[in-house]
């Protein structure tokens, strides 16, 4: 599955027909979301910026209620993950179609049928085929400015989400097509400083494990985020361990990626034992890994990331 209508590159979105009447969804503050909007050139349309990181099911409601009876005849998610979100939610709610223009890139949100929503102040990570766009528009446009970690935070994730799901034990010959393209141009863009080529290698890594699975690198990498570690600055070590110990294609070259964006070691402050007993339930990830893995390689894996420094 994929967006019925994907643009992509230089201009993009500027040059997409926009709808009257849309609800552009955003997060940042308006000196921001105006020069976007202007480059855009839409016209005529509502604006909600009231979004915040990690959005909770309360905002989606909140849209929905505020925007009823107004004949919007689509949401425009602009802006990093939370907008998307928000607005992949909202288009499941309420049926209306939803285009969506990442500002920053790695997730590969706007291919996929993935949504995180908060609940109860939890965050879901939820899968629904109603959360796949009407339209994505990936342009670099946006790129510049991104602060450093952001962006090699996100670089990160698209590099481990597109071999992992190469990887994946879902994965076949037409999802490995896009991960392993992903990843090539990925690769250049990090290592050869071309950062104008992220979106689009991003873009490729959401159609291609969107539609497989990340596998063990993803779930080792979650008792580190839940200890307050950026999911992509995880991925470094965790993405790197797993590839070793799955003898990926992608070891070598993930692990270069991981060094040249300077990521640092790993620590966790809860016991290896305990973390393997968090991790060993993921089933999600784990029954995809291309091996079988027990909780004594979880173990294994996770000693190797916080005491012997994988990326040395
Ligand atoms: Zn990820």
């Known amino acids: 599955m994929m967006p019925k209508k994907i643009m992509f590159g230089e201009n993009a979105a500027k040059e997409f027909p926009y709808p009257k009447n849309a609800l552009v969804i955003t997060t940042t503050t308006p000196d921001i979301y105006n020069k976007w909007l ?28 505020q925007y009823e009876g107004k004949n919007i005849s689509c949401y425009i998610g602009l802006g990093g993950g939370s907008s998307l979100d928000v607005c992949k939610y909202l288009g499941k709610m309420t049926g209306i179609p939803k285009i969506l223009i990442p500002t920053t890139f790695g997730t590969g949100a706007e291919m ?48 481990a989400q597109a071999s992992e799901g190469y990887d994946s034990k879902l994965g076949n010959p037409f999802t490995q ?53 950026p999911h992509g600055y995880a991925l470094s070590s965790c993405t790197t361990v797993a590839h070793k110990f799955n ?14 964006l300077k990521f640092e070691q790993l ?29 004594e390689d979880v173990i294994k894996c996770l000693d190797e990331i916080v005491n012997a420094n994988p990326l040395a």
């Open 112 to 159: 996929t049928t993935y949504a995180v929503i908060s609940f109860d102040h939890k965050k879901k990570l939820l899968q629904d085929e109603a959360f796949l766009a009407d339209a994505s528009i990936v342009d670099p446009y946006f790129l510049p400015g991104t602060p450093f970690n952001i962006m090699r935070n996100s670089a990160c994730d698209a590099a």
């Open 38 to 65: 202007d480059y855009m050139g839409i016209k005529n349309y509502e604006l909600y910026d009231k979004v915040t990181p990690d959005p909770a099911i309360e905002t989606v409601e909140e849209i929905k209620k």
């Open 177 to 229: 097509l896009f991960c392993k393209e992903a990843f090539d141009i990925l690769y250049d863009a990090i290592m050869n400083d071309k950062h104008i080529l992220l979106p689009y290698g991003a873009m490729l890594s959401g159609i291609g494990f969107g539609n497989s699975s990340t596998t063990l690198g993803h779930a080792l990498s979650y008792v580190f985020s839940n200890e307050g570690v």
């Open 247 to 260: 003898q990926s294609p992608y070891y070598k070259r993930f692990k270069e990626i991981a060094q040249k």
């Open 267 to 295: 620590k966790l402050k809860q016991p290896l034992d305990q973390a393997a007993d968090v991790i060993m339930p993921d089933r999600g990830h784990l029954d995809y890994n291309p091996i079988p893995v027990s909780k």
